[in-house]
């Protein structure tokens, strides 16, 4: 075990160290205050390598036995630390240290890179919520019990830096380092209270698969006095968009459903207890027309999807201008759910819009992810859920077999077979991505807490050293 200050311990699961650690994740903010200060926006590709050699050094700082800044499968490197502890169960936390651009800046209401303590109990910076707030927390529970007798279990850390980019070169430096990414559980990169208040357990995510779709059918645009005889680019991707969903959101791909993994009982059960505000998502984004399903809650974590991201074709200017598109351009997603595999989709809409008479209708590929489920009666998933259910309030915790959103949890479990467990201190109304982005003070504090109290649960599955 390494070797750690030592002083004299606060009792365990008590009110009084639950006191002590949020204490102290106040007192210490000022020394994880710097990561967050650095602007290290991988989409332009700044503040990058200040950035890895403050995560290296505050690694070094507490204790870590190996810290190495990858960088051998190209892009952005991946810190990895290793921490030494007194039960061989290992647990290894999965963040990322890039964040989007500031704009628009003239939006934010304080400076985006100097964190700002508000009125309303926040904390405002760009990327306080997405993603470095939560490794500024898992930092602080580290040092915690780095002051108070050294780490109960074996611990690692993987922080990349193009997770805003789509993560796109972590699956290679995954594959090339394997043995290193050994662990019984891993804990993703954050999650947060709900609109309900109630702390959420997420156990996946949808996957994605990304492309754009163009079709030309002239060399020039012409008057639209000729559309009585002449196509028109818009009307095609119209008509080829149309020809592969309904209205109502089905899939008219062929074998588009087949395949998909069924969702376990303790899934249905996980979905039923799930907060869902349907009057509140409608309250809050205006819409206009009525949700494409009777269950849009089950939806959220079963349903595949294809959306149109956006449309471009012909004269979109002030006044008037008659004219048929040669050209017409549509921006595609797809969420897919377990079972279904990102390649075998996108083949599949080609040959669909072959098999419509779209063979003119070209296809770009742009990004693929996998979709992925943890077992959430695995005992390290319910260790998380009864940590929580011991912080927050007995039901006040929310599981949620998988997200509606994507990442690269597939490519992980590929290597770690392993829980993957979504877990932070983030909130409903951080405002991830946008201007004012921000986390609840009380929110990190308790968030802190309980990542104290399950690497010590985590610690009683494995053997003392």
């Given at each position: 075990?390494?070797?750690?200050?030592?002083?004299?311990?606060?009792?365990i699961?008590?009110?009084?160290?639950?006191?002590?650690?949020?204490?102290?994740?106040?007192?210490?903010?000022?020394?994880?205050?710097p990561?967050?200060?650095?602007?290290?926006?991988?989409?332009?590709?700044?503040?990058?390598?200040?950035?890895?050699?403050?995560?290296?050094?505050?690694?070094?700082?507490i204790?870590?036995?190996?810290?190495e800044?990858?960088?051998?499968?190209?892009?952005?490197?991946?810190?990895?630390?290793?921490f030494?502890?007194?039960?061989?169960?290992t647990?290894m936390?999965?963040?990322?240290?890039?964040?989007?651009?500031?704009?628009?800046?003239?939006?934010?209401?304080?400076?985006?890179?100097?964190?700002?303590f508000?009125?309303?109990?926040?904390?405002?910076?760009?990327?306080?919520?997405?993603?470095?707030?939560?490794?500024?927390?898992?930092?602080?529970a580290?040092?915690y019990?780095?002051?108070?007798?050294?780490y109960?279990?074996?611990?690692?850390?993987?922080?990349?830096?193009?997770?805003?980019?789509?993560?796109?070169?972590?699956?290679?430096?995954?594959?090339?380092?394997?043995?290193?990414m050994?662990?019984?559980?891993?804990?993703?990169?954050?999650?947060?209270?709900?609109?309900?208040?109630?702390?959420?357990?997420?156990?996946?995510?949808?996957?994605?698969?990304?492309?754009?779709?163009?079709?030309?059918?002239?060399?020039?645009?012409?008057?639209?006095?000729?559309?009585?005889?002449?196509?028109?680019?818009?009307?095609?991707?119209?008509q080829?968009?149309?020809s592969?969903?309904?209205?109502?959101?089905?899939i008219?791909?062929?074998?588009?459903?087949?395949?998909?993994?069924?969702?376990?009982?303790?899934?249905?059960?996980?979905?039923?207890?799930m907060?869902?505000?349907?009057?509140?998502?409608?309250?809050?984004?205006?819409?206009?027309?009525?949700?494409?399903?009777?269950?849009?809650?089950?939806?959220?974590?079963?349903?595949?999807t294809?959306?149109?991201?956006?449309?471009?074709?012909?004269?979109?200017?002030?006044?008037?201008?008659?004219?048929?598109?040669?050209?017409?351009?549509?921006?595609?997603?797809?969420?897919?759910?377990?079972?279904?595999?990102?390649?075998?989709?996108?083949?599949?809409?080609?040959?669909?819009l072959?098999?419509?008479?779209?063979?003119?209708?070209e296809?770009?590929?742009?990004?693929a992810?996998?979709?992925?489920?943890?077992?959430?009666?695995?005992?390290?998933?319910?260790?998380?859920e009864?940590?929580?259910?011991?912080?927050y309030?007995?039901?006040?915790?929310?599981?949620i077999p998988?997200?509606?959103?994507?990442?690269?949890?597939?490519?992980?479990?590929?290597?770690?077979?392993a829980?993957?467990?979504?877990?932070?201190?983030?909130y409903?109304?951080?405002?991830?991505?946008?201007?004012n982005?921000?986390?609840?003070?009380?929110?990190?504090?308790?968030?802190?807490?309980?990542?104290?109290?399950?690497?010590?649960?985590?610690?009683?599955?494995?053997?003392?050293?």
């Amino acid at each position: 075990m390494t070797e750690t200050k030592t002083e004299t311990k606060v009792a365990i699961n008590s009110s009084e160290e639950q006191a002590a650690v949020e204490q102290f994740a106040m007192d210490y903010f000022p020394e994880v205050a710097p990561y967050v200060k650095i602007p290290s926006i991988s989409a332009q590709g700044k503040g990058i390598n200040e950035t890895v050699a403050w995560i290296k050094d505050k690694f070094a700082s507490i204790g870590a036995t190996r810290v190495e800044a990858w960088s051998d499968q190209g892009g952005n490197p991946v810190v990895f630390a290793e921490f030494e502890g007194a039960s061989d169960s290992t647990i290894m936390f999965y963040n990322h240290y890039d964040v989007q651009p500031t704009e628009p800046i003239e939006e934010w209401r304080t400076e985006p890179f100097e964190p700002t303590f508000e009125e309303d109990g926040t904390i405002r910076a760009r990327g306080i919520g997405d993603d470095k707030g939560e490794l500024m927390s898992r930092i602080t529970a580290m040092q915690y019990m780095y002051d108070h007798g050294g780490y109960p279990c074996h611990i690692k850390f993987v922080v990349e830096g193009e997770e805003e980019i789509g993560s796109i070169h972590f699956n290679d430096y995954v594959q090339a380092h394997q043995a290193d990414m050994a662990c019984d559980v891993c804990v993703w990169e954050g999650g947060s209270i709900n609109e309900q208040g109630h702390f959420t357990i997420t156990g996946g995510v949808k996957g994605c698969v990304a492309f754009d779709m163009s079709v030309q059918t002239a060399d020039v645009d012409m008057h639209s006095s000729m559309a009585a005889y002449v196509d028109n680019a818009a009307w095609r991707m119209v008509q080829a968009l149309n020809s592969i969903r309904t209205a109502d959101g089905h899939i008219k791909v062929d074998g588009y459903y087949d395949n998909i993994d069924p969702i376990s009982q303790s899934a249905r059960d996980a979905i039923a207890k799930m907060d869902f505000d349907a009057d509140g998502i409608r309250e809050r984004t205006g819409m206009r027309t009525p949700f494409t399903t009777d269950d849009p809650k089950t939806a959220s974590v079963t349903a595949p999807t294809i959306t149109i991201n956006g449309i471009e074709a012909g004269y979109n200017g002030s006044g008037v201008k008659t004219v048929i598109p040669r050209y017409a351009k549509a921006k595609i997603d797809c969420r897919i759910v377990p079972g279904q595999d990102a390649a075998t989709v996108y083949k599949m809409i080609r040959h669909q819009l072959d098999k419509n008479g779209f063979e003119d209708v070209e296809m770009h590929f742009n990004l693929a992810e996998e979709a992925f489920r943890s077992d959430i009666d695995s005992p390290f998933f319910k260790e998380a859920e009864r940590v929580a259910e011991a912080v927050y309030g007995e039901g006040e915790v929310r599981v949620i077999p998988n997200s509606a959103g994507s990442g690269p949890e597939a490519q992980m479990d590929a290597v770690i077979h392993a829980p993957i467990v979504a877990v932070g201190c983030g909130y409903f109304g951080s405002g991830a991505h946008a201007p004012n982005e921000s986390m609840r003070v009380r929110d990190y504090q308790r968030g802190t807490y309980f990542m104290v109290r399950f690497m010590r649960g985590v610690a009683n599955f494995g053997q003392q050293a």
